[in-house]
């Protein structure tokens, strides 16, 4: 093999999938600098996703903690609040590994996320020249396309009802790695919000590991952060993605128990 074939930038959660090992990640909606992480690191999450749909993350920080993430072997991913191409470019072109997108009800709007995500063939992302995700290295550009493509995902979100009977047909789409349920938003479409334990939302899971298995892509696992043993449940059944919850649920819950001590 020669030295050009040899990728430079690594993605180590998207190459956790691949081997069919669960992936842990955790969601930034409060700290805006790079020590989250180094916690992210420290704790040993593989993976975290900046926020950018429910909180008024700015992207200046946003790509400050990509790069970050990036030094330090976590795969940094950005929620975007949609399909926009503008601002996906500006997302990746600040650092992020990969977009996760919410609401993706049909393959139309898988592929339009894909084409926002990578350049040509396979998309329509301008190249903007040397990349972070690369230590800015002055690479050819064909090689800076390669790299950047390989290693960059697209985790789409199925929330919805629509979202839902499209599953198989949005795993379908090539470039799209995860397809992410949202079990809050799921719930409350289904009409028993919050139970995310209930029979229908069961088979909404079972039903997108069936089209993801059918495609060859990962599962993950959303809005279960406090039920763990469901967690368990769908890593047994050939999820992968497992989105355990926020860094604002994180330090309320901390919080409480230390006060908690001292009654």
Do not use: W
Request: net charge negative; glycine share 10%.
């Amino acid at each position: 093999m020669n030295d050009e074939a040899i990728p430079l930038l690594r993605n180590p959660a998207k190459e956790k999938l691949s081997r069919g090992e669960p992936v842990f990640s955790m969601t930034i909606r409060l700290v805006r600098t790079v020590d989250i992480a180094a916690i992210a690191h420290t704790a040993g999450f593989d993976s975290v996703y900046i926020d950018m749909e429910h909180s008024s993350f700015p992207l200046e920080a946003a790509g400050q903690i990509c790069m970050a993430c990036t030094h330090l072997g976590v795969t940094p991913l950005v929620r975007v609040p949609g399909p926009d191409p503008f601002l996906i470019a500006r997302v990746m072109d600040a650092g992020a590994m990969g977009i996760v997108v919410p609401g993706v009800q049909s393959a139309d709007e898988a592929r339009a996320a894909v084409r926002a995500v990578k350049h040509a063939p396979l998309g329509e992302r301008s190249l903007a020249g040397a990349a972070p995700q690369l230590h800015y290295r002055p690479l050819p550009a064909d090689q800076t396309v390669r790299e950047l493509d390989q290693a960059s995902m697209v985790v789409a979100m199925v929330e919805s009802r629509a979202g839902l009977d499209a599953a198989d047909a949005i795993a379908a789409v090539d470039g799209v790695d995860v397809l992410l349920v949202g079990a809050s938003d799921l719930s409350g479409e289904l009409g028993v919000a919050g139970q995310v334990d209930h029979p229908q939302v069961h088979e909404a899971f079972l039903h997108v590991i069936d089209a993801c298995r059918a495609h060859g892509k990962a599962v993950g696992l959303g809005g279960l952060g406090g039920r763990p043993d469901l967690i368990r449940r769908y890593l047994e059944l050939g999820a992968g993605y497992v989105s355990t919850g926020n860094d604002i649920s994180f330090l309320s819950a901390a919080a409480a128990q230390k006060r908690r001590q001292f009654d």
